[in-house]
């Protein structure tokens, strides 16, 4: 059952997913070579609970830690270990937060120090991918909308895109009615309806669409172990068209990226 979400009921989720946007913000401050992903999660945790959140993933099913944190080859739900970052990596950094009975869950991917051009390109049409998507977020359309305008820039491009999970439903609890595959057919899924709100991530491989989980139970890798991108946003319907709850401002200012109209 989808449950849709009244205009209050968005603008509290707008101020949890503001938590991790800043939460996010902050991360970016920090990240970088020789950076340990434990340290660097142990300062996330410290945000959320200082802008009066709960930590989200912590918990969540066992999982141990504030971030995920997900390096190179890893896709998503990496467990932020000991081990520094190097030059040349790609980080996607998954972060969720409890504010007001609502929760915020958001990505965004970072390169770490200089990335080659090809992994580079990867980020930048992942990043494009989420805002094809969300644009499908119209009522009146269906969730194959988005999917396979995320699907088609991807694979226009010669990526593979991560059948295995997808992205969801959000409000009070972290995952909801509906699954938003990033793949699929135009026309096809639920109806899109005022009040929905959902976390629309594009999930894109270097190579294969296929992955793996490895013994820890959580991190997923992509199975020819080529690099994986992931951007994420909280998106609601309102006036029948899609109201980006969450930002990348916080990210682009701590990384001095200019900031562009849909981020």
């Known amino acids: 059952m989808i449950h849709y979400k009244s205009r209050e009921e968005i603008e509290l989720m707008r101020q949890a997913a503001l938590v991790v946007s800043r939460t996010l913000g902050e991360v970016a401050k920090v990240i970088g070579p020789g950076k340990t992903p434990a340290e660097i999660d142990r300062l ?70 200089e990335v080659s051009p090809t992994v580079m390109k990867l980020l930048r049409v992942t990043e494009e991918c989420l805002y094809l998507g969300i644009a499908k977020c119209v009522a009146g359309n269906r969730i194959g909308d988005i999917s396979s305008a995320i699907q088609e820039h991807a694979e226009k491009h010669g990526y593979g895109v991560v059948r295995d999970l997808v992205g969801h439903g959000l409000g009070r609890k972290l995952h909801e009615e509906p699954e938003v595959p990033n793949y699929g057919r135009r026309g096809t899924g639920k109806k899109i309806q005022e009040g929905l709100v959902i976390a629309i991530e594009p999930m894109i491989n270097m190579g294969t669409y296929k992955v793996n989980q490895l013994d820890d139970g959580w991190t997923i890798v992509t199975e020819d172990r080529k690099p994986s991108a992931h951007f994420e946003h909280d998106v609601a319907v309102v006036d029948g068209k899609p109201l980006i709850l969450s930002t990348f401002q916080y990210v682009h200012e701590a990384l001095g990226i200019a900031q562009t109209a849909t981020a």
């Open 44 to 113: 996330a945790e410290e945000c959320v609970r200082d802008l009066g959140a709960t930590p989200v993933f912590k918990g969540y099913n066992g999982f141990p830690t504030t971030l995920c944190f997900s390096v190179n080859e890893q896709v998503v739900h990496g467990i932020p270990g000991h081990i520094p970052l190097k030059d040349g990596d790609i980080v996607s950094v998954d972060c969720g937060a409890k504010l007001n009975d609502f929760i915020g869950d958001h990505a965004y991917t970072f390169a770490i120090g």
